[in-house]
């Protein structure tokens, strides 16, 4: 989820912490499951900062094992222990409960978009996407704002808050079934169908599709159930025999765009100065253009023998002079 959706979830949970009767029945402890829940909703995300160093190492590891079993584990152990710290007379344990189930309920929303993460680490590290809550889900996020409302006008906090995500239980059961009565009318209408990637978007019926077959890439568009086939390319597995491919395969920004993306498609152009190899993620298709890409540019005029990858660059771009800017600009920091 986005930033904002997790800091309110991080309110919500300090909220439904006065039903335990340790937490209501101690204020400073109140106070240290408040911090610890907000803290809790956000630490998964500090891995955030790698975008300081470049999109590559961002995108091999952004909620990535900071959203492992193992991270979990640890996130709510150190934050609870450095709230601890500052108010070593409350009870510990209620403190890391609540720490621990942010942190938990953090993760656990994260899996249900189109981006997901890799939170079976250490037992496998597959991108764990179900798409069927976006990103930023306006009515998940609506639900909060007026249980924080609620609670400032006077509420029982730990009721309320029940109450909204027992609404929200619901919600995400029927954005499950919509997108399971989606993907049965794609297997009636495709043939050889072997990958689905849906992607919601803010209005509730309509979705963005990507479709793997044995043959073709389709991309797609469905609204109240119509699909409609936007783009669609030859399937094609990646020519590692080519000795230009194989050469752009080594390249880092191009290992960490295979790392994560679940469906694309590669091509390779010829320029008078070198030879590109150009992947676009198929799921983020928008206004004519695939904005989640990688791209190797690479010299071949010695030879099979020679050959050198001049630029390269992974990352959204929605426009190709924006995109050409930044490859001028990672080539000049070479």
């Not at 239980?169 to 297997?187: C, E």
């Amino acid at each position: 989820m986005d930033t904002g959706t997790h800091v309110v979830m991080g309110v919500a949970l300090g909220g439904l912490a006065t039903l335990d009767p340790v937490v209501q029945s101690d204020p400073m402890l109140f106070n240290a499951v408040l911090i610890g829940t907000l803290a809790g909703s956000q630490a998964p995300d500090f891995d955030t900062i790698l975008k300081l160093k470049n999109n590559a190492v961002y995108i091999r590891n952004h909620r990535g094992i900071t959203h492992s079993i193992p991270a979990v584990l640890l996130w709510g152990i150190g934050i609870a222990s450095i709230i601890y710290l500052f108010t070593p007379e409350v009870n510990f344990l209620h403190l890391w409960l609540w720490t621990f189930l942010a942190v938990i309920l953090h993760v656990f929303v994260d899996v249900f978009n189109a981006y997901g993460t890799q939170a079976y680490r250490p037992f496998t590290k597959r991108w764990v996407a179900y798409g069927f809550i976006n990103t930023f889900d306006p009515y998940i996020f609506i639900l909060h704002i007026v249980g924080i409302v609620a609670w400032n006008l006077g509420a029982n906090p730990g009721y309320t808050w029940l109450i909204i995500y027992f609404v929200i239980t619901l919600y995400y059961g029927k954005r499950y079934f919509d997108k399971r009565v989606l993907v049965k009318h794609i297997y009636n209408h495709f043939e050889e169908v072997q990958q689905i990637a849906t992607s919601p978007t803010l209005r509730q019926n309509v979705w963005r599709i990507a479709i793997t077959t044995t043959s073709k890439y389709y991309v797609a568009r469905a609204v109240d159930g119509h699909i409609t086939i936007l783009d669609e390319f030859a399937y094609k597995e990646i020519d590692d025999e080519d000795p230009i491919v194989e050469k752009a395969l080594t390249d880092h920004n191009i290992r960490a765009f295979l790392s994560f993306s679940p469906v694309y498609r590669y091509e390779v152009n010829y320029f008078d100065e070198y030879t590109e190899v150009r992947f676009n993620d198929l799921r983020y298709f928008s206004k004519g253009r695939y904005p989640f890409v990688a791209l190797a540019q690479i010299d071949d005029e010695h030879g099979d023998d020679e050959l050198k990858i001049l630029n390269s660059y992974t990352g959204w771009v929605f426009t190709e002079e924006k995109l050409q800017d930044k490859l001028t600009v990672a080539s000049e920091t070479k």
